[in-house]
């Protein structure tokens, strides 16, 4: 399949469609990785976006981004980047990036990572880092195409 993509920023009247689907998403991680009941996750979840991104897409030191597949049309929203940029270490962390699930296994994933690198590299940003879940074996093996190799590993034990 043949795809086109483009990143732009999200704007304010998209940032509650991200939240339909991030929080969610999120909560679903958590309680899988860190074994909290789904109300505890949800919970989670919230505090976390709420404390990361205060005012939305207006949030200094965060950068949302629309992935668009434009052979779909000037506005074929595909899925979503948030991520935090270090200008003096010249790189970013990606907080969050997600293909919507009717066009996962289409080479987006793989696009919009080569796209956000580009103009990175434009920018003079130099590294992008991420975490990416254990058991998420469709994103590591996008990051493993992409070329990301891995540089240490999360560990959890609940206490009390």
Known sequence: MNVMISLRSMRADEYSA?????????????????????????????????????????????????????????????GY?????????????ISDFHIFAAHQGKGYGKEALAALELGLSKTGFTQIKLRVA?????????YDVSGFRVTGVNMSKAIG
């Open 18 to 78: 991200y939240l339909d689907y991030f929080i969610p998403d999120y909560a679903a991680e958590i309680a899988a990785n860190y074994h909290l009941s789904p109300v505890e996750s949800r919970l989670q979840a919230l505090r976390e976006i709420g404390e990361d991104l205060p005012q939305g897409v207006e949030t200094s030191g965060q950068v949302l981004l629309c992935i668009i597949d434009s052979l779909l049309g000037d506005d074929s929203l595909v």
């Open 81 to 93: 980047f948030r991520y935090r940029p270090d200008i003096p270490a010249r790189s970013i962390y």
């Open 134 to 142: 254990e058991d998420n074996k469709r994103a590591k093996h996008v």
